[in-house]
């Protein structure tokens, strides 16, 4: 069955990249000219996905508000015949009956998050991606998935190579044996201490999974950090189902650190057609006064 529904886990603090999240949600903070989670909502829309599930929680209301009608915006720039951005602000609505709201209650972790969408996904394969990571790619990162998710079913995640040092701060896989960008794997592991990770291929946030993975969620016991990790859901799921990682082609930048977050405007910024000849001149400015 094709990949159709796609769950984006929205509920966390922003505690990364506070004060700047105290007022507004993380997904909502500005790259360029519109919010971090527009980049993954379009990533999730190029792959075919039909149906959106954003897991939330308090203070979230903005998302909701963002995907939604904004009238008396859109009649004011009617009115003054702002025929462009009308059009750029109209885009941003999510067709009735597309998107979820489901509230995740406590901060248990990204596996109890993603638990809390298993009514509204049911009984089929779902994406799930994480909007603290924009990936520049084209195919964007999930559509070069489900390309390989026609072919080969099962389950699929992407990695992509990280500095030895940075490994513990994700989930990290054991690689067995590569063909072309599909990489089987023994095992898979969050965030494990440097000396004994098992590569240095990082789990980027990115994943199809099978429905079954909700039953082992919903007894999953606590892991790294004292919380509720899909990693060890998933790590479980591998004994029973095909299982692949895939190094996908294309640019990862980590929205939910400072400078992760600096990397991802610097680069939609010298690519954006409107921003690009300016960012690129004021690049070079600061470069060479470094
Ligand atoms: C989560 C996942 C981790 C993954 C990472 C990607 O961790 O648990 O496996 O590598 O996202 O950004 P978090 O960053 O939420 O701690």
Same mark, same amino acid.
């Given at each position: 069955?094709?990949?159709?529904?796609?769950? $984006?886990?929205?509920?966390?603090?922003?505690?990364?990249?506070?004060?700047?999240?105290?007022?507004?949600?993380?997904?909502? $903070?500005?790259?360029?000219?519109?919010?971090?989670?527009?980049?993954?909502?379009?990533?999730?829309?190029?792959?075919?996905?039909?149906?959106?599930?954003?897991?939330?929680?308090?203070?979230?209301?903005?998302?909701?508000d963002y995907?939604d009608h904004s009238y008396e915006l859109e009649t004011s720039l009617k009115a003054k015949?702002k025929?462009?951005i009308l059009?750029q602000v109209e885009?941003t609505? $999510? #067709?009735?009956?597309?998107?979820?709201?489901?509230?995740?209650?406590?901060?248990?972790?990204?596996?109890?998050?993603?638990?809390?969408?298993?009514?509204?996904?049911?009984?089929?394969?779902?994406?799930?991606?994480?909007?603290?990571?924009?990936?520049?790619?084209?195919?964007?990162?999930?559509?070069?998935?489900?390309?390989?998710?026609?072919?080969?079913?099962?389950?699929?995640?992407?990695?992509?190579?990280?500095?030895?040092?940075?490994?513990?701060?994700?989930?990290?896989?054991?690689?067995?044996?590569?063909?072309?960008?599909?990489?089987?794997?023994?095992?898979?592991?969050?965030?494990?201490?440097?000396?004994?990770?098992?590569?240095?291929?990082?789990?980027?946030?990115?994943?199809?999974?099978? #429905?079954?993975?909700?039953? $082992?969620?919903?007894?999953?016991?606590?892991?790294?950090?004292?919380?509720?990790?899909?990693?060890?859901?998933?790590?479980?799921?591998?004994?029973?189902?095909?299982?692949?990682?895939?190094?996908?082609?294309?640019? #990862?930048?980590?929205?939910?650190?400072?400078?992760?977050?600096?990397?991802?405007?610097?680069?939609?910024?010298?690519?954006?057609?409107?921003?690009?000849?300016?960012?690129?001149?004021?690049?070079?400015?600061?470069?060479?006064?470094?």
């Open positions: 069955m094709r990949v159709r529904k796609a769950v $984006l886990p929205v509920a966390g603090f922003g505690t990364r990249v506070l004060p700047a999240t105290k007022a507004i949600p993380k997904e909502m $903070l500005p790259v360029v000219d519109r919010p971090a989670i527009q980049y993954v909502v379009d990533e999730a829309l190029e792959a075919g996905i039909e149906h959106i599930v954003f897991v939330t929680g308090r203070n979230k209301g903005a998302i909701e995907f015949g025929d462009k059009e885009a609505r $999510l #067709p009735a009956g597309t998107a979820s709201f489901v509230r995740q209650q406590e901060p248990l972790g990204l596996g109890h998050a993603i638990w809390c969408a298993r009514d509204i996904i049911g009984n089929e394969p779902f994406a799930i991606l994480l909007p603290d990571v924009i990936v520049k790619g084209q195919p964007s990162c999930l559509a070069q998935m489900t390309e390989a998710y026609d072919k080969v079913g099962g389950n699929i995640i992407a990695v992509d190579p990280v500095p030895q040092e940075r490994v513990s701060s994700y989930g990290v896989i054991a690689p067995v044996e590569r063909d072309g960008r599909l990489i089987r794997m023994s095992g898979m592991v969050e965030k494990p201490p440097v000396e004994s990770a098992p590569s240095n291929l990082a789990i980027t946030g990115r994943y199809i999974l099978q #429905p079954e993975i909700f039953g $082992l969620l919903a007894d999953q016991g606590k892991g790294a950090g004292g919380e509720i990790q899909l990693t060890d859901s998933m790590a479980r799921l591998m004994e029973t189902q095909d299982f692949y990682a895939y190094e996908f082609e294309g640019a #990862p930048y980590d929205c939910g650190s400072k400078v992760g977050y600096f990397e991802a405007v610097l680069a939609h910024a010298v690519d954006n057609a409107e921003t690009a000849e300016g960012a690129r001149a004021l690049v070079k400015k600061f470069a060479a006064s470094l």
